[in-house]
């Protein structure tokens, strides 16, 4: 089979492709092309990395940022890191939606 990458080389299967997810390092059963050394994995190949890292803790972790909420006249105030402000592009006048999700979690989505 032809490597859809360069489109010369030949794939090659192998026992040893790399793959690391938040430090954490896997190998796995691939193809790798003679000529460019692209590695490709497979589709169940890829769930059961998955499928580990899970286990692992590493896949799938939400973000969790520990804050401390604070008092104002008229309710308690929680606020948003400027570093998640940026990534979702927050102005401060923003509509959001406050649900409780349990005992002990909230969900915030912005309209």
Known sequence: MKCPKCEK??????????NSLDGVVFIAKGKRCGLCSEEFIGEEEGNRMIQQARKLGVWGTQLKLHRKLSKSARGTVLRIPSDIERELKLKGTEEVLISKVGDNKLL????
Do not use: Q
């Open 9 to 18: 080389g030949e794939l090659m299967e192998v026992n040893d492709v790399i």
């Open 108 to 111: 915030i989505e912005i309209e």
